[in-house]
């Protein structure tokens, strides 16, 4: 591999990354609050661009550029209903099964539960965009800023030009959610449900409106990856699963629970991903195999990375 | 016909999902994987020159390994990573499939001949495998898995699943292998998911990736929850739901006008969310008849003979049920232990020793480490410096109370939440399998040996004599639920008895428990540490405390503030600056006003 060609491999990976870390954040927060995984994640940042784009541009979607008030009415309508998918899928699907008065939870509940409303999400989106993948057109208007859409690196290699102020956007995003969590009131009271349920409860911690905004903040954060996200490629209703897992991956490489650490996870799977798919012997096969590989490579060797502090505490 | 036979392996796969789901509760929703490992290795195997029956073992084979190697992302308490393993399992099967021609043939699939022909040279037989011996075949593996799940149920694994699926954090208190039989759930889950998967292969004589997408794992899924837990014939209710799924979708898609398998996908989603609805009313209600109906009846599981057994609970009970310790000192030994998160010292430099005979109550403020040191010394908890000794020996590696179980120490656990609806002889059953020495037990039951019915035999014995030591005697076929928590209480000191461990770990035993019942709960200690146990008592309860300790250690901030009688401890004066804070108020103390 050439120098030029790694160049363009890590460039374009760190936006792939950044992408992922977005989504591996909202999967890691949900975790920390209520120790359950959020299996309909990556559906839901699917959901959010395609159903924004589908009320706005139409059944049919194509690259066409928007104007303005559609541009804002795309990225209103997307935040709107990552977030809403995700608090409906909170509410719906795993809150019946945690008992948090007797600290038990019914595991093969909330599992169903929460493949149930990916499966809920595909379908509905399936029954509404029945072609097998979808131009989006983008709200952010990122290709502009350049002429032909690209930009050549040192050494040879070109990459689309969006890959900066996605990798930019991605990352002031992290950045700023891992600061509201550390710093802000409102995270504090997280990190204490994170911490211990019971102790943030008699601290006063409105225990069910602070899990509901860990949900917020994940449709919120999903909503944005997948505005950054589907303009760059064609989108399958599937590729919510895929991109979930990936999530899922870059916040178990990180150890479960760490906000910074996903946001790493997710940024060095999307180099290792991009490497691996413009690597000659590879290709792009081993490149989408990746993220599910090393997810269950690494819960497989080492599952101490699901185990965090209130866990051990369970006795 | 053909349909038939694909249903029955279908079903047969669902039977291998049964195992880790409906019988230990383990959440495993890539089967779907397992089946095109065993659907997709046969037919590459065939298809470079292997014998038919030779590419199905291998296949199957590889499966089984990868099934096992799942298990290993099953942690000790966390079920989440199971989850999340299988899930990525499922998927990234599916993209290797799509993703790589070689292995799945491209979106048309593998194709073979069909009838495929068994050819033995050597026999000079040809056996063509037609639809009816498909049906033949595949209905025989079913009813075979059917009774070889439901005959393990009843034995040992049964005890041990049953356990698992209630809690794995109690399971483990009480001595099961946790993460063996995890694993080996998984690995036989995956061989009959593979097995499944291959003769499907061989009868349609085309396997193409779509037919392999996550969607037949979540069905299997679906079809192991909608049949509850733990029934032999709840799989087969499942996969007959199933079996109408893809004539109803084929119906409704080209009524109007989807993609049939969406509508199969959302199908799925509907028995997923019915399955979801039903379960925890349906879950709730079932514990409550079972328990109604256990109340009335012997349960299944090895109550039997407990129930008749008379409720007698004399000191001579009890040392039927522990042969007098190895050596009559040191049953266990903290030396110099230290436990530090971060900056915090939970424990600093602690020693503590348990002998054979005693009450050794382990006291001091809330925080002072009591509990940390419990964790300390059942494995729980990995010490930051410091050595543990069971019987004079290294303790066994923490991480795992299931090993010091068997090294000679086990432990209650502070909470009864998580009891379920097991019958108490269950449980204690559970515990008495930490006894067990006999090789390879639940394949013995699984054949019906003799040596696996004297074992149980035995199991029984132990297990009447654990609940009469606590006097339980007669509330063996009671559902722990059930019990009032004076009893639930004591039917864990039963648990903990019944695996033989002289040492025994006693977290608050007294926590909620009126005057009579602490009286009751004394007696039993007493009785118990004059049979030969060493009973280590963390208790809030002074009176308690004084009325059956031989020793008492006083801990505070983490170190051994004082050691001794419960009368020197009384009156030793930085024991009580620790509880009062320092200021003198020499009124009476509640040590002073405990009946002696």
């Known amino acids: 591999m050439s120098g030029g060609v790694l160049l363009q491999a890590v460039v374009s990976g760190l936006a792939v990354g950044a992408v992922y870390a977005l989504v591996g954040l909202g999967f890691t927060l949900v975790w920390s609050m209520t120790r359950v995984l959020a299996l309909a994640h990556g559906d839901v940042v699917v959901a959010a661009a395609l159903t924004a784009v589908l009320v706005v541009v139409g059944r049919t979607p194509v690259a066409s550029s928007l104007g303005a008030g559609r541009s804002i009415a795309v990225v209103v309508l997307a935040l709107g209903v990552g977030i809403a998918l995700s608090v409906a899928t909170y509410v719906v699907a795993v809150r019946p099964f945690l008992d948090r008065a007797h600290r038990s939870e019914d595991v093969l509940g909330w599992v169903a539960g929460g493949v149930t409303a990916g499966l809920v999400v595909r379908t509905a989106l399936a029954l509404a965009l029945p072609a097998a993948a979808y131009a989006v057109p983008d709200p952010l208007h990122l290709d502009a800023l350049s002429t032909n859409g690209t930009v050549g690196l040192p050494g040879g290699g070109t990459v689309p030009v969006r890959v900066f102020p996605v990798l930019a956007v991605a990352l002031l995003v992290a950045v700023g959610t891992d600061l509201f969590i550390s710093r802000s009131r409102f995270g504090r009271a997280m990190r204490a449900v994170a911490d211990d349920v019971d102790a943030a409860a008699l601290c006063g911690v409105s225990l069910e409106r602070t899990v509901l905004s860990a949900f917020v903040i994940a449709g919120s954060l999903a909503a944005v990856a997948g505005l950054l996200d589907a303009p760059g490629r064609l989108v399958a209703v599937d590729s919510g699963v895929t991109l979930g897992l990936a999530g899922a991956a870059a916040a178990v490489l990180g150890r479960l629970g760490s906000p910074q650490g996903a946001v790493v996870g997710g940024l060095a799977l999307g180099v290792a991903q991009q490497l691996v798919a413009l690597s000659a012997h590879l290709g792009p096969g081993w490149a989408a195999a990746l993220p599910p590989a090393v997810l269950v490579v690494v819960l497989a060797v080492r599952p101490g990375g699901l185990r965090s502090g209130r866990q051990a505490a369970v006795e | ?442 394949w013995r039951h699984l054949l019906g040996t003799p040596s696996a019915d004297d074992v149980a035999r035995r199991r029984r014995g132990v297990t009447a004599r654990a609940l009469g030591a606590v006097g339980l005697g007669d509330r063996g076929d009671v559902a722990a639920a059930q019990l009032d928590s004076a009893e639930q209480r004591l039917l864990q000191v039963a648990r903990a008895v019944a695996t033989g461990a002289h040492g025994l770990l006693l977290d608050e035993p007294a926590a909620g428990m009126s005057k009579a019942q602490r009286d009751r709960l004394g007696t039993v200690l007493r009785r118990l540490a004059d049979a030969g146990h060493g009973v280590l008592l963390v208790e809030h309860d002074m009176a308690l405390v004084g009325r059956v300790a031989d020793r008492v250690t006083v801990l505070a901030e983490g170190r051994v503030l004082a050691t001794g009688s419960p009368d020197d401890v009384r009156a030793d004066p930085s024991v009580r600056r620790a509880y009062l804070g320092g200021t003198a108020l020499p009124v009476h103390s509640r040590q002073e006003r405990q009946p002696s």
């Not at chain 2, 195992?19 to 929703?29: D, E, K, R």
């Not at chain 2, 396997?207 to 079809?223: I, K, M």
């Open chain 2, 1 to 442: 016909m053909t349909t038939l036979a694909q249903d029955l392996y279908l079903l047969l796969a669902a039977y291998g999902l049964a195992l880790p789901v409906s019988y230990a509760g383990l959440p495993v929703v890539g089967q779907g994987a397992f089946v095109a490992v065993g659907a997709f290795g046969t037919a590459l195997l065939a298809a470079h020159g292997a014998p038919l029956l030779v590419a199905v073992i291998a296949a199957v084979a590889l499966a089984t390994v990868a099934g096992y190697l799942v298990g290993f992302a099953a942690t000790r308490l966390a079920g989440a990573s199971l989850a999340l393993a299988t899930w990525g399992l499922a998927w990234l099967a599916y993209v290797v499939l799509v993703r790589f021609p070689a292995v799945s043939g491209g979106s048309q699939g593998i194709v073979r001949p069909v009838p495929a022909r068994l050819v033995s040279p050597a026999l000079g037989v040809v056996v063509s495998l037609d639809a009816w011996v498909h049906v033949l075949v595949a209905g025989a593996l079913v009813v075979l898995a059917a009774l070889a799940v439901r005959r393990a149920a009843s034995g040992p694994w049964g005890l041990d699943w049953a356990a698992l699926r209630t809690s794995p954090v109690l399971a483990d208190s009480l001595g099961v292998p946790v993460q063996r039989r995890r694993r080996a759930l998984l690995a036989a889950s995956a061989a009959l998911g593979a097995l499944g998967g291959a003769g499907t292969g061989v009868l349609v004589g085309v396997v193409a990736p779509a037919d392999y997408s996550p969607l037949l794992s979540l069905q299997l899924f679906v079809a192991v929850l909608v049949g509850g837990t733990a029934t032999w014939w709840g799989p087969a209710i499942g996969v007959a739901l199933l079996a109408a799924l893809p004539s109803a979708a084929d119906g409704i898609a080209s009524a109007a006008g989807i993609d049939p398998l969406r509508t199969q996908g959302a199908l799925t989603a509907g028995l997923l969310v019915a399955a979801l609805v039903l379960r925890r009313p349906v879950a709730a209600r079932f514990a409550r008849l079972s328990a109604r109906v256990s109340a009335r009846r012997p349960a299944r599981v090895s109550a039997r003979r407990p129930a008749r057994t008379r409720p007698s609970a004399g000191a001579d009970v009890v040392a039927g049920v522990v042969p007098a310790p190895p050596s009559a000192a040191g049953i266990l030994a903290l030396h110099d232990v230290h436990v530090h998160y971060d900056s915090v010292r939970a424990l600093d430099g602690v020693d503590l020793d348990l002998r054979a005979g005693e009450v050794h109550a382990l006291v001091g403020p809330n925080g002072s480490g009591k509990s940390t040191a419990l964790r300390v010394a059942a494995g729980v908890a990995t010490p930051t410096q410091g050595a543990v000794t069971i019987n004079d020996a290294p303790a066994p590696a923490s991480g795992s109370a299931a090993a010091r179980v068997r090294a000679g120490v086990a432990r209650t656990l502070q909470r009864t939440a998580m009891l379920g609806a097991l019958p108490a002889a269950t449980q204690v059953a559970v515990g008495a399998r930490a006894t067990e020495r006999t090789a390879g037990l639940g």
